[in-house]
Nanobody, 118 residues
Framework: QVQLVESGGGLVQPGGSLRVSCAASGLIFSNFHMSWYRQAPGNEREVVATITRSGGSTTYVDSVKGRFTISRDNAENSLYLIMNSLKPDDTAVYYC???????????WGQGTQVTVSS
């Protein structure tokens, strides 16, 4: 059974930092491109950042460029998102996504809440 479990969310002040993590199990982790998505109430779910199988390429949505960094540790089956200079508009549930490199089959985590507020 494939599982993606996010952790590390919480309440942080504007300008602060946070790291969210995703622990994967039940799959060959290195066969999957990984992404972080987020969804705020009333908004569409959007992709925040992606990273390729070996970690050689990353992409970011314009609103987080220069502030967020996505990374992965294939030896530990883990995905990370380091969020710096956080803004209230970053408030959302953050979801871990795994997409198979060949079939495009996707798995999703349950999400972790990130709230940026003073």
């Amino acid at each position: 059974q494939v599982q993606l479990v996010e952790s590390g969310g919480g309440l942080v002040q504007p300008g602060g930092s946070l790291r969210v993590s995703c622990a994967a199990s039940g799959l060959i982790f290195s066969n999957f491109h990984m992404s972080w998505y987020r969804q705020a109430p009333g908004n569409e779910r959007e992709v925040v950042a992606t990273i390729t199988r070996s970690g050689g390429s990353t992409t970011y949505v314009d609103s987080v460029k220069g502030r967020f960094t996505i990374s992965r540790d294939n030896a530990e089956n883990s995905l990370y998102l380091i969020m710096n200079s956080l803004k209230p508009d970053d408030t959302a549930v953050y979801y871990c996504n795994a997409r198979h490199w060949y079939t495009n089959y996707e798995y999703w985590g349950q999400g972790t809440q990130v709230t940026v507020s003073s």
